[in-house]
């Protein structure tokens, strides 16, 4: 469920700890944590993402205006780029009646200022935490009679077992959810995508093979697709880059007829365009790298027009319509189809086209670079993702030189300047091409080439855990995704000589194997 409280802030609720149990004659309660998982985003007065530390109080009532809190909390939060999860509950337990109540809405003040005016009713997924796990099934009072049947989340549930029951199937929810086909965008390759003001935006890259300035923005809470203004676009282009505020997409560089130094700052929500500032720009350039951290767009790498390769880059500040240039003292050796990733308030580089495995740490306050550790750095490779996990970078999959497609993978921590391999149990078979994003937990690995499959990886346990294909999007190469707060968007089918186009959404939180219980 998603809530937006006058712009200013965004809550994705969902359920962290769910396990079901139906019967017909009672529940009980069980030792399962209770606890409701909060997405969203922080953003400052000027719309832009807020990056520190938060003071949140959450609370909730039984009404929708006034009255005194049933339960409440405090927590700091670390938020970067905007971007924040936690989960309620893990503070002060509820109440172990609180979802008995027949309606409850969810209250938020901000760093002690006054709770936000508008309160959000908590329906459906959070209410089953009143059924907690299958052990309630011999708590209700008596012996649960003959043909009932009950849902755990557990393969070999041991207190069912014990009740008389036996598993009869197991059952596994829709994942994905196709998009709408209704006014999508023409299929196309080359370009790029962000995730801006609650919309997916698609825009520019190559048309039939023609240089395109087009797009289209998508809706997931209407699964409606609506055209991108093209009034004060920039100029049609391939190889540039686009980054998200949180609110508005900044495009910028790439390649049309030639190098380009242009860009443009668009509102998903107002349909328009403002142009990005050429003062002090960084010289035209495609296939390099931009992130959106401390407050601004961190541009480097790349192809320049005329040119091999360059290390040079330059940080643009919305808020002033200003470039500054990037320092090169530290910096890492001039390349192009490199990966980079914000940390919140720094830019972290690594890799390039040419099978290079070192990089460097970028921060815009001081203008400094350091150099990434290459001790147990993950060997050379291309066509790899690289995500950022609130604290460590993740670099995964691509094609290794002398090996081939790989599925190895590195966690980096810029604290400790460390690498550290990833398990492969469970992983994804190797790939390239495909998509990784951060959900807040986990990241998320799909697709590449005409390959439909895909993983979750958790690197607090260091594990992965199966994705269902069942229902996904057309498999298809020239993917593209985002991470809505929800869930993940994919658009695909995106090259021109390819016939239709297809998307989906694919829901992590119920994607999980339910194991349904009969006794004779």
């Known amino acids: 469920m998603r809530v937006v409280w006058g712009g200013k802030v965004v809550f994705y609720i969902g359920v962290v700890t769910m396990a079901l149990a139906m019967t017909r004659w009672g529940l009980a309660r069980a030792d399962v944590p209770g606890l409701v998982d909060l997405q969203g985003t922080l953003t400052d007065g000027a719309g832009l993402p807020v990056t520190g530390p938060a003071t949140i109080t959450f609370a909730l009532y039984t009404a929708a205006a006034g009255g005194t809190p049933v339960w409440q909390e405090t927590q700091t939060l670390a938020v970067n780029a905007g971007i924040y999860s936690t989960a309620i509950g893990?503070?002060?337990?509820?109440?172990?009646?609180?979802?008995?109540?027949?309606?409850?809405?969810?209250?938020?003040?901000?760093?002690?200022?006054?709770?936000?005016?508008?309160?959000?009713?908590?329906?459906?997924?959070?209410?089953?935490l009143r059924a907690r796990?299958?052990?309630?099934?011999?708590?209700?009072?008596?012996?649960?009679?003959?043909?009932?049947?009950?849902?755990?989340?557990r393969a070999n549930d041991p207190v069912l077992t014990a009740a008389g029951f036996s598993r009869l199937y197991t059952a596994r929810p829709d994942a994905w959810t196709r998009m709408s086909t209704a006014g999508v965008p023409q299929a196309r390759k080359d370009f790029t995508v962000a995730w801006a003001g609650g919309r997916m935006v698609v825009w520019g890259g190559l048309v039939s093979d023609v240089f395109s300035n087009t797009g289209e923005r998508y809706d997931p809470t209407t699964d409606t697709w609506a055209p991108v203004s093209a009034?004060?676009?920039?100029?049609?282009?391939?190889?540039?880059?686009?980054?998200s505020t949180g609110t508005h997409m900044i495009v910028w560089g790439g390649r049309?007829?030639?190098?380009?130094?242009?860009?443009?700052?668009?509102?998903?929500?107002?349909?328009?365009?403002?142009?990005?500032?050429?003062?002090?720009?960084?010289?035209?350039?495609?296939?390099?790298?931009?992130?959106?951290?401390?407050?601004?767009?961190?541009?480097?790498?790349?192809?320049?027009?005329?040119?091999?390769?360059?290390?040079?880059?330059?940080?643009?500040?919305?808020?002033?319509?200003?470039w500054t240039t990037m320092s090169t003292e530290g910096a890492p050796s001039a390349r192009f189809d490199h990966k980079a990733v914000s940390t919140g308030d720094r830019m972290i580089v690594w890799g390039s086209s040419d099978s290079s495995n070192d990089g460097g740490l970028y921060d815009p306050a001081a203008d400094k670079w350091a150099p990434t550790s290459a001790a147990n750095?993950?060997?050379?490779?291309?066509?790899?993702?690289?995500?950022?996990?609130?604290?460590?970078?993740?670099?995964?999959?691509?094609?290794?030189?002398?090996?081939?497609?790989?599925?190895?993978?590195?966690?980096?921590?810029?604290?400790?300047?460390?690498?550290?391999?990833?398990?492969?149990?469970?992983?994804?078979?190797?790939?390239?091409?495909?998509?990784?994003?951060?959900?807040?937990?986990?990241?998320?690995?799909?697709?590449?080439?005409?390959n439909g499959t895909g993983g979750l990886y958790d690197p607090v346990a260091d594990m992965w855990t199966r994705m269902s294909s069942a229902g996904c999007s057309d498999v298809r190469p020239g993917l593209a995704a985002v991470w809505t707060g929800s869930c993940m968007a994919v658009w695909s089918g995106l090259y021109?000589?390819?016939?239709?186009?297809?998307?989906?959404?694919?829901?992590?939180?119920?994607?999980?194997?339910?194991?349904i219980y009969g006794r004779r």
């Open 377 to 450: 750095a993950p060997g050379p490779r291309t066509g790899y993702t690289v995500v950022w996990a609130g604290n460590r970078m993740i670099a995964w999959g691509g094609q290794v030189d002398a090996v081939g497609l790989t599925n190895s993978g590195y966690l980096y921590d810029p604290i400790g300047d460390a690498w550290t391999p990833m398990s492969a149990a469970n992983a994804p078979a190797p790939r390239t091409g495909h998509v990784a994003i951060w959900t807040g937990t986990r990241m998320i690995v799909w697709g590449g080439g005409y």
């Open 496 to 515: 021109p000589d390819y016939d239709g186009v297809a998307g989906g959404l694919y829901d992590p939180s119920v994607d999980r194997p339910l194991f």
């Open 90 to 128: 893990s503070v002060t337990p509820f109440p172990e009646n609180l979802w008995e109540s027949a309606s409850l809405w969810l209250g938020i003040r901000q760093d002690g200022a006054a709770e936000l005016p508008q309160r959000v009713r908590i329906v459906a997924v959070p209410y089953a």
């Open 256 to 322: 049309g007829p030639s190098g380009m130094d242009t860009g443009g700052m668009y509102d998903p929500a107002t349909d328009r365009w403002m142009p990005v500032s050429m003062v002090n720009a960084p010289e035209p350039r495609s296939r390099h790298t931009a992130v959106w951290a401390g407050g601004r767009m961190l541009v480097w790498g790349g192809v320049p027009a005329g040119g091999w390769a360059t290390n040079t880059g330059g940080c643009y500040d919305p808020t002033t319509a200003t």
């Open 133 to 153: 796990t299958a052990e309630s099934v011999v708590g209700g009072g008596g012996v649960p009679p003959a043909g009932a049947m009950a849902f755990s989340e």
């Open 231 to 243: 009034v004060g676009a920039p100029a049609p282009r391939t190889g540039h880059t686009a980054v």
